[in-house]
């Protein structure tokens, strides 16, 4: 969790970036130029990372919370892959996809 792991706003701030650069979570309608600025925005987040643990916090050995920070970064990605495919399997059982189109271009 969360409070267990001690993530802190910079760490959570760099989950978010990471979770918006994931090349799997995001390709598709992307060009080859927009995965490579996704690519090169990731390096940098990570780079910042280890620039605010060794400068910042002083921290020599820091791999311990930026495993906590991919752990997170995963399960999330894993929530969002089995919510979507909740979200389809009773968008396809309510019909709810022809009754709001919406909906389709939002989530599905």
């Known amino acids: 969790t969360l409070d267990r792991a001690a993530i802190d706003d910079t760490e959570l701030h760099a989950i978010f970036a990471l979770l918006v650069c994931d090349a ?63 979200f389809r399997m009773q968008a396809a059982l309510f019909d709810l996809v022809t009754a709001e189109s919406m909906l389709k271009e939002l989530i599905l």
């Open 24 to 86: 799997d979570v995001a390709s598709g309608d992307l060009s080859e130029s927009t995965m490579t600025a996704l690519d090169d925005i990731r390096t940098e987040v990570l780079h910042d990372l280890h620039w605010y643990y060794t400068r910042q916090l002083g921290l020599a050995e820091y791999s311990t919370r930026l495993g906590h920070i991919m752990i997170l970064c995963f399960a999330l990605e894993e929530c969002s892959a089995l919510f979507r495919e909740q």
